[in-house]
């Protein structure tokens, strides 16, 4: 059976040519409120194709959204998603987690993890491959820890971890190219 662009076969996965092309950890996260995003259950501002890409194509209908930018310290934060089956109800659904580290306490970081910790958010999240993918598209992101710490040893972290977990329909997405610069031409630090 013959390789697809992403070194699938259709009846399993050959490792042979493209298993060393790969890098882990996240250059930047992106994060918008859910409500403008998504302003009701009915109306979404973010395209997702089910059908044949699976991946985000457009973010649209924006007036007013802002993806306030996170840059990252190389290799402490990350975007993982667990899925959960239960056979004998018949449901699925997806838990994507961002964790999103930030070195040295202050009261500006502080206020800014309380004002994500009572809101729901969208997450896209920039990994080393340049891939964007963006969590909780459907039904919004929620701050579920925090762990701030001064440190103990001089080695040790002064900042914040802050977690940030969804319970989803549907898993993460990719975001095409299209979508990427939609989202880009609405990032800012701010």
């Given at each position: 059976?013959?390789?697809?662009?992403?070194?699938?076969?259709?009846?399993?996965?050959?490792?042979?040519?493209?298993?060393k092309?790969?890098?882990?950890?996240?250059?930047?996260?992106?994060?918008?409120?859910y409500k403008?995003?998504?302003?009701?259950?009915?109306?979404?501002n973010?395209?997702?194709?089910?059908?044949t890409?699976?991946?985000?194509?457009?973010?649209?209908?924006?007036t007013?959204?802002?993806?306030?930018?996170?840059?990252?310290?190389k290799?402490?934060?990350?975007?993982s998603?667990?899925?959960?089956?239960?056979?004998?109800?018949g449901?699925?659904?997806?838990?994507?987690?961002i964790?999103?580290?930030m070195?040295?306490?202050?009261?500006?970081?502080?206020?800014?993890?309380?004002?994500?910790?009572?809101?729901?958010?969208?997450?896209?999240?920039?990994?080393n491959?340049?891939?964007?993918?963006?969590?909780?598209?459907?039904?919004?992101?929620?701050?579920t820890?925090?762990?701030?710490?001064?440190g103990?040893?001089?080695?040790?972290?002064?900042?914040?971890?802050?977690?940030?977990?969804?319970?989803?329909?549907?898993?993460?997405?990719?975001?095409?190219?299209?979508?990427v610069?939609q989202?880009?031409?609405?990032?800012?630090?701010?």
């Amino acid at each position: 059976m013959p390789l697809n662009n992403d070194c699938f076969l259709t009846a399993g996965l050959e490792l042979v040519g493209c298993t060393k092309d790969n890098v882990a950890g996240v250059e930047a996260i992106y994060l918008a409120n859910y409500k403008e995003l998504v302003p009701s259950p009915s109306v979404s501002n973010v395209v997702y194709d089910a059908t044949t890409t699976g991946e985000i194509t457009a973010i649209t209908g924006l007036t007013g959204t802002t993806f306030y930018t996170f840059d990252t310290v190389k290799e402490t934060s990350s975007l993982s998603e667990a899925i959960n089956v239960n056979v004998q109800n018949g449901t699925l659904s997806f838990v994507p987690t961002i964790t999103l580290v930030m070195n040295k306490l202050t009261t500006e970081k502080r206020n800014l993890i309380h004002m994500m910790a009572t809101g729901v958010l969208v997450g896209v999240v920039k990994d080393n491959n340049g891939a964007y993918w963006m969590a909780g598209f459907r039904k919004g992101l929620d701050v579920t820890a925090v762990e701030a710490s001064t440190g103990t040893a001089l080695g040790d972290r002064n900042g914040a971890t802050v977690t940030l977990t969804g319970a989803e329909p549907l898993p993460m997405a990719k975001l095409s190219s299209t979508a990427v610069t939609q989202m880009l031409n609405l990032a800012d630090y701010q």
